[in-house]
C-alpha cells in the first residue's frame, strides 16, 4: 500500500501519491504567514458589513376616552394603558434622527362638532393637561436615547379636512438609534392623550381619525 504524504507550504499542498507529486493551489487570498514571528503568525483582515435597516413607528391601535357631563368644563385623558406609549426603531444606522407627527380631524358626532383649537393635546402626563413634560424614552435592548426638544403639552389643532401634522416628539441628530420606547403606562411620564370638552357639549360619541408617521431627520 503506497504511503501518502501532505505537507504545507506556502499557501500551496504536495501530495505524493503512487510515487507521482501532484500541487493543489491553496485558497485564493490566503493570507501570508510569517514564520520569523514567534508563533509564525498570519495576518488577515476582518470585514462587518451592515446594510441600513428602517426607520418604524409602532402606535396605539386607537384612543378611547369616556366622561359623564356635568355642566363645568373638562379635561379627559386616555387612561387605556397601551394608548400611553409608542415606539420607534430607527435601524437605519445614519444617526440623521427622526421626528413623530400627529394630525387629527374635527372631532365629529353627528352635527355636532368640538373646536379645532384647543380640545386636542398630548404631553407626558395622564394626570395635568398642562404638564410641562415629556414623555419618558427607553431603550429595548441597546440604544442611543434621543434627544428631544418639543416643548409640552403640544397642541394637536384639529381640522375638518387635510389637518395640518405637528411634531410631538423628536430625536437631534446621533440619537435615537435603535429601538425606543416613548412613554409607557409604568413609566415616570406615560404620554398623555388629552381633549378638552366644554361645559355646553352635546352629549353622544365624538370621532376623529388621528394619524401618527415618523420621518426622518430631527
Same mark, same amino acid.
Given at each position: 500500500?503506497?504511503?501518502?504524504?501532505?505537507?504545507?507550504?506556502?499557501?500551496?499542498?504536495?501530495?505524493?501519491v503512487?510515487?507521482?507529486?501532484?500541487?493543489?493551489?491553496?485558497?485564493?487570498?490566503?493570507?501570508?504567514?510569517?514564520?520569523g514571528?514567534?508563533?509564525?503568525?498570519?495576518?488577515?483582515?476582518?470585514?462587518v458589513t451592515?446594510?441600513?435597516?428602517?426607520?418604524?413607528?409602532?402606535?396605539?391601535?386607537?384612543?378611547?376616552?369616556?366622561?359623564?357631563? /356635568?355642566?363645568?368644563?373638562?379635561?379627559?385623558?386616555d387612561?387605556?394603558?397601551?394608548?400611553?406609549?409608542?415606539?420607534?426603531n430607527?435601524?437605519?444606522?445614519?444617526?440623521?434622527?427622526?421626528?413623530?407627527?400627529?394630525?387629527?380631524?374635527?372631532?365629529?358626532?353627528?352635527?355636532?362638532?368640538?373646536?379645532?383649537?384647543?380640545?386636542?393635546?398630548?404631553?407626558?402626563?395622564?394626570?395635568?393637561?398642562?404638564?410641562?413634560?415629556?414623555?419618558?424614552?427607553?431603550?429595548?435592548?441597546?440604544?442611543?436615547?434621543?434627544?428631544?426638544?418639543?416643548?409640552?403639552?403640544?397642541?394637536?389643532?384639529?381640522?375638518?379636512?387635510?389637518?395640518?401634522?405637528?411634531?410631538?416628539? /423628536?430625536?437631534?441628530?446621533?440619537?435615537?438609534?435603535?429601538?425606543?420606547?416613548?412613554?409607557?403606562?409604568t413609566?415616570? /411620564?406615560?404620554?398623555?392623550?388629552?381633549?378638552?370638552?366644554?361645559?355646553?357639549?352635546?352629549?353622544?360619541?365624538?370621532?376623529?381619525?388621528?394619524?401618527?408617521?415618523?420621518?426622518?431627520?430631527?
Open positions: 500500500m503506497p504511503k501518502q504524504r501532505f505537507s504545507r507550504a506556502l499557501g500551496a499542498v504536495v501530495v505524493m503512487a510515487g507521482s507529486v501532484v500541487l493543489l493551489s491553496g485558497r485564493a487570498g490566503a493570507a501570508p504567514c510569517d514564520p514571528s514567534p508563533a509564525g503568525d498570519c495576518t488577515l483582515t476582518a470585514t451592515l446594510t441600513a435597516g428602517p426607520l418604524t413607528l409602532a402606535a396605539p391601535a386607537s384612543l378611547s376616552l369616556a366622561t359623564t357631563l /356635568n355642566g363645568t368644563d373638562q379635561n379627559l385623558v387612561t387605556t394603558a397601551a394608548d400611553q406609549q409608542y415606539t420607534v430607527d435601524a437605519t444606522g445614519s444617526g440623521a434622527g427622526w421626528h413623530v407627527t400627529t394630525s387629527a380631524t374635527t372631532f365629529t358626532n353627528g352635527t355636532q362638532t368640538l373646536p379645532d383649537s384647543g380640545t386636542f393635546l398630548t404631553n407626558g402626563s395622564t394626570s395635568s393637561v398642562s404638564s410641562t413634560n415629556a414623555p419618558s424614552s427607553t431603550c429595548v435592548g441597546t440604544c442611543t436615547l434621543p434627544t428631544n426638544s418639543i416643548t409640552y403639552p403640544v397642541a394637536i389643532t384639529t381640522a375638518a379636512t387635510s389637518p395640518t401634522p405637528v411634531t410631538i416628539y /423628536n430625536a437631534a441628530a446621533a440619537s435615537g438609534l435603535g429601538a425606543v420606547v416613548i412613554g409607557g403606562s413609566a415616570a /411620564n406615560p404620554v398623555g392623550w388629552w381633549v378638552r370638552i366644554p361645559a355646553n357639549a352635546a352629549s353622544g360619541s365624538y370621532t376623529s381619525t388621528v394619524t401618527m408617521a415618523i420621518v426622518s431627520g430631527p
